[in-house]
């Protein structure tokens, strides 16, 4: 199943935004070379906001305590026991679209 999100240019390059997908919260980010990566948009630490984290080519970190998650496979870098969902992504047409993760 492939999910719509919308233009990407919604989103400035190095940041995130978060959307509802089929009542999951997704934090979608926009790097900087224009690339596009996808986690669930909580942290399961305290419920931080993802898509407000700082981010770069390969992490992101949460905005309230810090913890760090891989871009790639939502694993948790700083050797906490936690991880959140990635999920895959690719613009198609100059639109962001989920194609496979929910």
Request: glycine share 14%; proline share 6%.
């Amino acid at each position: 199943m492939s999910v719509d999100l919308g233009p990407v240019d919604q989103i400035p390059p190095g940041e995130g935004r978060t959307f509802a997908v089929d009542g999951a919260q997704i934090a979608v980010f926009r790097l900087r070379d224009g690339s596009l990566r996808a986690l669930d948009a909580v942290c399961p630490h305290r419920g931080g906001p993802l898509a407000d984290g700082l981010a770069d080519d390969t992490v992101v970190v949460c905005p309230l305590h810090n913890h760090t998650f891989d871009l790639r496979s939502g694993t948790e870098v700083g050797g906490a026991s936690m991880s959140v969902r990635s999920y895959h992504l690719e613009e198609v047409g100059g639109r962001i679209v989920i194609v496979a993760g929910i």
